[in-house]
């Protein structure tokens, strides 16, 4: 099996390619917005198309079945395992709504396209995390042993690239030398078998296929995501900025929704969560697993019902701006996301509170 090597150059010119088309696609989205008119229901709710993930429940998705939308109704129109994926068509206009991790957004708010985070998607905790592997009796020990290695992930420009090139660098190594660290695009599903044959130092494993790999032991994390800076969001839910400009109803709503669902996660017994999540996934007529369910250990979002800190936007402003990939100061934080919607961070509920704000334990 033969796996995608990180290729410095070629990096850069998709880079390229990849602002030139957002930068295009925006031209095209503000024709289309122009003359296009919003779904509705018969009974006057906004129609928010989606991307969903194959066996699993998104939060819009729990929030819509927990009844917390009044304004919104959920349409889904396919699945996608690509965070970039789903902001980019988010931004184009073909959904409503997409879900990425951060540092993918500021780069596509940055190559111009109009779009704003309003609650956290997913994190790290000690629960749920992202670790990155190496065979026990490994010589890999350190960040400076990564050099000339490979690591493996499951695609380059986002989270796990970020991570690993944002760890080397507080381990002390210069960007000289993060460059030679040979980064791999491996399947999720792959990940675990090309650590253990030796086609990779370093895979990237979370969830399900890091919690499998573990059991079958002789693997040990060299760090997690985690363990960078605690309990941290690292996604969030974006809307098109003319949506919320025109549909500000249901853009408030649809935030309240997933805040509201996020923090029924947080505060729920986890085998209450993922019976919830079976139940949905039964009900919907994918013909989808429920396997993945099993699996889920918490949030991981580290806001009380996904509030955005601005320290998890202003990491990747600023990471971003020390790899030569952003102009300095051309980006602040609050250019591009928002807690306006959120109830938990509105004074709406309480922080502390439960899902319908009220004292937890009531």
């Known amino acids: 099996m033969r796996f995608k090597a990180f290729d410095p150059a070629r990096r850069r ?4 390619l990849g602002v030139v088309a957002a930068l295009l696609a925006v031209t095209s989205l503000a024709t289309a917005c122009g003359s296009s008119e919003k779904e509705t229901t018969a009974d006057g ?12 429940v998104t939060y819009p998705e729990l929030a819509a079945s927990l009844g917390y939308f009044d304004k919104v109704e959920l349409k889904w129109v396919g699945d996608t395992t690509s965070g970039p994926q789903d ?18 957004v500021t780069k596509l708010v940055a190559a111009g396209s109009p779009i704003t985070a309003v609650v ?61 660290v040979e980064l791999i695009v491996v399947p999720p599903v792959n990940t675990e078998q090309a650590l253990r044959q030796g086609q ?31 309990a941290f969001s690292y996604g969030t ?3 098109r900025n003319d949506f919320i400009a025109n549909n500000k109803d249901a853009a408030a709503d649809f935030t309240q929704g997933v805040a509201r669902a996020i923090r ?19 009900s919907r007529g994918r013909n989808e697993n429920t396997k993945l369910a099993d699996y889920w250990r918490s949030t991981g979002i580290a806001g009380a019902g996904g509030t955005v800190a601005e320290k998890e ?27 306006e919607f959120n109830p938990f961070a509105n004074g709406e509920f309480p922080a502390e509170s439960g899902p319908d704000g009220q004292a937890l334990g009531k």
């Not at 073909?94 to 990425?100: L, M, P, Y």
């Not at 296929?209 to 363990?227: K, M, N, Q, W, Y």
Request: hydrophobic share 35%; no cysteine; glycine share 10%.
């Open 13 to 16: 010119s998709r880079r390229l």
């Open 45 to 56: 709710k906004t129609v928010l198309r989606y991307q969903g993930q194959t066996g699993q």
């Open 313 to 339: 936007i202003q990491l990747w402003i600023d990471w971003l701006t020390r790899n030569g990939e952003l102009e300095k100061d051309k980006l602040k934080p609050a250019d591009f996301y928002t807690n």
């Open 264 to 282: 029924w996660g947080q505060t729920t017994p986890r085998d209450e969560v993922v019976a919830k999540f079976k139940e949905i996934i039964n």
């Open 237 to 239: 839910y974006v809307l």
């Open 200 to 230: 990779i130092d370093v895979g990237a494993l979370g969830s399900v296929f890091r919690e499998t790999a573990v059991e079958r032991g002789g693997i040990h994390p060299l760090f997690t995501d985690e363990s960078l800076f605690g």
């Open 120 to 180: 956290a998607s997913y994190g790290a905790d000690t629960k749920s995390f992202t670790g990155y592997f190496v065979l026990d009796g490994s010589p890999i020990k350190s960040a400076r042993d990564l050099i000339g290695k490979k690591v493996g992930m499951n695609t380059l420009g986002a989270h796990h690239e970020f991570l690993t090139r944002e760890w080397l660098a507080q381990q002390g190594l210069t960007n000289d030398e993060i460059k030679q």
């Open 87 to 104: 902001i980019q068509s988010a931004a184009t206009g073909q959904t409503e709504f997409g879900a990425a991790f951060n540092g993918a």
